[in-house]
């Protein structure tokens, strides 16, 4: 399983409106591509230097293929969107990250 994780910073003049875009449009979409099985929404609690809030939103794709057919059939389309609302008021930048293991818990 391959991890599709989005870091945003974004300027407290738009966090607002960002911040319900993300959560009644733009992450809908996103799986609603059919390509990934969940999204996890997470505020980064580090405190940055630069102005604003930073969030981390990662997509768990159901598999290579289907990440790569996000990139060619969605991506571009789905970015677009978001910088139409905040171009000049967000900074984002992409990573994969692969799965080796997982644990959990257990209670006896």
Same mark, same amino acid.
Request: negative net charge.
């Given at each position: ?11 407290? $003049?738009?966090?607002? &409106?960002? %911040?319900?875009?993300?959560?009644? !449009? ?7 591509? +059919? ?25 768990? $794709?159901?598999?290579? &293929?289907? %990440?790569?057919?996000?990139?060619? !059939? ?7 969107? +978001? ?26």
């Amino acid at each position: 399983m391959i991890i599709y994780n989005i870091t945003v910073n974004i300027d407290d $003049s738009a966090h607002d &409106e960002w %911040l319900e875009w993300m959560k009644t !449009e733009h992450i809908p979409q996103v799986l609603g591509t +059919g390509k990934f099985e969940k999204a996890t929404f997470s505020r980064v609690l580090v405190e940055e230097e630069m102005e604003g809030k930073t969030y981390s939103i990662q997509f768990r $794709s159901y598999s290579r &293929e289907a %990440l790569d057919a996000y990139y060619k !059939e969605d991506a571009d389309r789905l970015r677009q969107e +978001g910088l139409k609302k905040f171009a000049d008021k967000m900074l984002a930048f992409r990573t994969e990250l692969q799965i080796v293991d997982e644990y959990n818990v257990k209670f006896k």
